[in-house]
Nanobody, 119 residues
Framework: QVQFVESGGGLVQPGGSLRLSCAAS????????MGWSRQAPGKQRELVAG???????KYADAVKGRFTISRDNAKNTVYLQMHSLKPEDTAVYYC?????????????WGQGTQVTVSS
């Protein structure tokens, strides 16, 4: 059964950086597109970054130029490097398999990792 375990979140000041990790069960990252989504309080979950098996990426306008998605197939892990964090980036972040680079996410959701950007 596919499972995702996200980690790396925390409290960071505006302008700071964090790197999120997503460990996936099974050896399938080299085959499928993967993505990171986030859900802020009172808002719908939104896809913020996608990465295909061939290395193509796509980012939501709100994070373009600040976030970078990457993968290590040998470790079955997907990363989200986040720089220049803003209070509006505060959310629970999740990874998942994507049907395509633009989504939608498919498969089971993990517990997510909380990112809080505040001074």
């Amino acid at each position: 059964q596919v499972q995702f375990v996200e980690s790396g979140g925390g409290l960071v000041q505006p302008g700071g950086s964090l790197r999120l990790s997503c460990a996936a069960s099974g050896n399938f990252l080299s085959i499928y597109a993967m993505g990171w989504s986030r859900q802020a309080p009172g808002k719908q979950r939104e896809l913020v970054a996608g990465l295909t098996s061939t290395g193509s990426t796509k980012y939501a306008d709100a994070v373009k130029g600040r976030f970078t998605i990457s993968r290590d197939n040998a470790k079955n892990t997907v990363y989200l490097q986040m720089h220049s964090l803003k209070p509006e980036d505060t959310a629970v972040y999740y990874c998942n398999v994507l049907l395509s680079l633009s989504g939608p996410p498919v498969g089971p959701w993990g517990q997510g990792t909380q990112v809080t950007v505040s001074s």
